[in-house]
């Protein structure tokens, strides 16, 4: 995981080449790495899908399998990293030695906090002019709020990168570039290096020493008595629970330190039987139960991904928690409460498909044959059923209108952007009520950019867009309480239900429906009071400002009254709809704009005419910083003034500068530009 062109997939292909798997290196500027196989990710040079593979590696004579998943760097398919993080046990967090901490290594960082992933970081294009390997350790642990241990530190003579000493073993390394770095051998530490050696290797004692009290009274008598075996136990312990977090060195593009990479991974990252037990929801009992990581527990999986494959149709990437899953077995899905039989078992490298027979616990693979299966579902044991926490994905920021340029192609649009929509989580298709437009959502312009690609080259469906558009939020800005009645009578029973809500404004920072049922118990069913629940949050997927759906609002259910014939849950859900939309009218809401976090880094003489665009945009600078002969700005900028921004970025500095943006937050609209919004929105409809 990384910011984007810190040099992931170039890792991975040294890691397969290195390992085995491959018998050439794949490279990602001639468009032939193994791991970017969509057409469009060797086109842009960029990683946009993540990818899975396994590779097996020995590492003082024991043989490892490692499934290991290259997410992309771009913000706009954080998505990927986000459900690979929540299902791997460990994380090689890759900085670029000269970018250091960039804006996407905080998103990633934060993912992976979120979700508890032990990591090890490798700084990597340590061969590049103003490569700083102590900068990047310094960054993580400031900006990143992690405890860096170096364990290797570079050999740089003449300004050049050639080799790595490793602080335990207090070896030093070099590459034979002839083999393309397969081969590599020992060479005594460089004088001019010895000082700093010591140094950094009496810290990796120090810490040590401090995580044992017997290894600590060694320490005290004698530091040299502790061994290198101390060092990584105690090291591995600390990484486990992710309060240190072990930074290697190399250049994957010039084939340096990949290997001794590879030996971290065995060496301080968790393998499944170092996992806590995943715990889970028994949705019979309501109950919480938990899964040890063993093959003779009760089967429990996750699908964390779905891919529509042209030849075999449907594939659920999932990872096995407990038990074994086998060819043909049938599979309860606890999040549908549907059974269904799993076809076949295959084993992912990229895209190619290794057909298996069984998955252990710990194992991730490829499942064919479940229909009804989206990301996040748990597959189980029918007669021991659990429901795992599931995944939450950011929301679509930016929308466009899109419709066929043939009319014979609009059934085809239809189903194409369906499978795109159940394989990515953070890409919507809905029909806009009042014109008839298909309007597509996603993370920004490249990723519907790449959905469009996609609809032309794997489902021949040309497109005609409209500009893109921001993807605005509603937000209850006042209090008020409701009363709403609901009556149907059509001839025989009839549907009947009152309910008093307070709708009242929540913390933008909690997005959804904050719902608290006041109800004295007795008066309203459980059920019932779910259905009012399900209906608020039906009613808030379309405001009554604008039609935006609504970000975040608080209901509390204060009174309800039933009919002993004629109430049921759908009767209330309804009604819970209706009291939501009569409310929300009565009050002030907001208009929430997305606001992005931007970087420009640029060279000095354009920083002020950088700073004076970005504050004509609403933008705000957050900080300046010096980076090598360059400037880092930094700014918050709403979504809306940044379409076409990276052109008018290259016009202002001659092509001179590079930005980077991901999604910050949610701010209220100043009022003069939302009721201009809101003027375009009911007033004005423009049409393809």
């Known amino acids: 995981m990384a910011h984007i062109d810190a040099g992931k997939t170039t890792t991975t292909e040294r890691i397969l080449f290195y390992s085995g798997v491959n018998y050439e290196i794949g490279e990602v500027d001639d468009g032939t790495a193994t791991m970017d196989w969509m057409i469009q990710e060797q086109e842009r040079g960029i990683t946009i899908t993540s990818a899975a593979t396994t590779v097996y590696w020995v590492s003082n004579d024991e043989k490892y399998q490692v499934n290991i998943i290259d997410t992309p760097g771009h913000v706009d398919f954080t998505v ?14 890759v900085f670029c030695a000269v970018g250091a901490v960039q804006p996407q290594s905080e998103t990633v960082w934060r993912q992976a906090n979120k979700y508890k992933v032990p990591r090890i970081c490798y700084v990597n294009k340590m061969d590049r002019q103003g490569a700083d390997f102590f900068r990047v350790v310094a960054q993580i642990a400031e900006k990143l709020g992690g405890n860096p241990v170096p364990v290797q530190v570079p050999i740089i003579e003449e300004d050049e990168f050639t080799g790595l000493v490793d602080l335990i073993e207090k070896k030093a390394y070099v590459w034979d570039q002839e083999s393309l770095g397969k081969e590599y051998s020992e060479i005594p530490v460089p004088s001019h290096m010895l000082e700093i050696v010591e140094e950094y290797r009496l810290k990796l004692i120090e810490g040590a020493a401090e995580e044992n009290h017997a290894l600590f009274e060694k320490f005290m008598d004698n530091p040299d008595t502790i061994t290198e075996s101390d060092i990584i136990s105690q090291l591995r312990k600390a ?19 990949v290997q001794r990479l590879l030996d971290g991974v065995v060496q301080y990252l968790p393998s499944p039987l170092d996992i806590e037990a995943v715990d889970g929801i028994n949705p019979k009992t309501n109950e919480k139960e938990s899964r040890h990581c063993t093959t003779e527990g009760k089967f429990c999986a996750l699908v964390f991904k779905i891919v529509n494959d042209s030849y075999v149709g449907r594939l659920a990437f999932a990872r096995v928690y407990s038990g074994a899953l086998q060819s043909g077995m049938m599979v309860y899905n606890s999040s549908t409460e549907q059974k269904e039989r799993v076809s076949r078992l295959i084993r992912m490298h990229s895209n190619k498909q290794n057909a298996i027979d069984t998955l252990d616990a710990g194992d991730i693979g490829a ?21 795992l926490e599931t995944m939450q994905f950011p929301e679509p920021v930016v929308s466009i209108a899109i419709e066929p340029k043939t009319q014979n192609d609009l059934d085809k649009l239809g189903a194409s952007l369906q499978k795109l929509a159940e394989e990515d989580p953070t890409f919507t298709v809905r029909a806009d009520d009042e014109t008839g437009q298909t309007i597509i959502s996603g993370m920004g312009e490249l990723h519907l950019d790449i959905i469009v690609d996609r609809l032309r080259r794997e489902s021949k469906v040309e497109c005609t867009l409209g500009k893109p558009q921001v993807a605005y939020r509603e937000a209850i800005a006042g209090t008020v309480i409701h009363r709403e009645s609901y009556r149907k009578q059509s001839g025989g029973r009839g549907k009947f239900a009152e309910i008093e809500i307070k709708v009242s404004p929540a913390p933008v920072s909690e997005k959804g429906l904050l719902f608290v049922n006041n109800v004295r118990s007795g008066i309203l069913s459980k059920e019932n009071a779910a259905a009012v629940e399900k209906g608020i949050k039906s009613a808030m997927e379309t405001g009554v400002m604008a039609g935006y759906p609504v970000f975040c609002a608080k209901v509390e259910l204060i009174d309800a009254v039933t009919h002993e014939a004629d109430s049921d849950t759908l009767a209330f859900e309804i009604c819970g709809s209706i009291a939501f939309k009569e409310a929300s009218r009565k009050i002030k809401n907001h208009l929430l704009e997305p606001i992005m976090k931007l970087e420009v880094v640029t060279p000095e003489e354009y920083v002020g005419d950088v700073t004076g665009d970005i504050n004509r945009r609403r933008g705000e600078i957050t900080g300046i910083e010096n980076v090598m002969n360059a400037s880092a700005v930094k700014a918050v900028i709403p979504l809306g003034e940044t379409f076409g921004y990276v052109t008018t970025l290259r016009s202002l500095t001659s092509g001179r500068s590079t930005s980077s943006m991901e999604f910050s937050h949610y701010n209220i609209t100043p009022p003069e530009l939302a009721q201009d919004i809101i003027f375009k929105m009911k007033g004005i409809k423009v049409s393809l």
Request: negative net charge.
């Open 367 to 387: 499942i064919i044959g479940l229909r009804n299966v989206k990301t996040g579902d748990t597959l189980c044991d029918e007669r021991n059923p659990l429901m």
């Open 80 to 93: 990927e990293v986000e459900r690979s993080l929540r299902v791997l046990d460990g994380a090689v967090a």
């Open 239 to 257: 990484t486990l629970e992710s309060r240190a977090f072990p930074v290697f060195c190399g250049s994957s593009f010039h084939n340096i330190g």
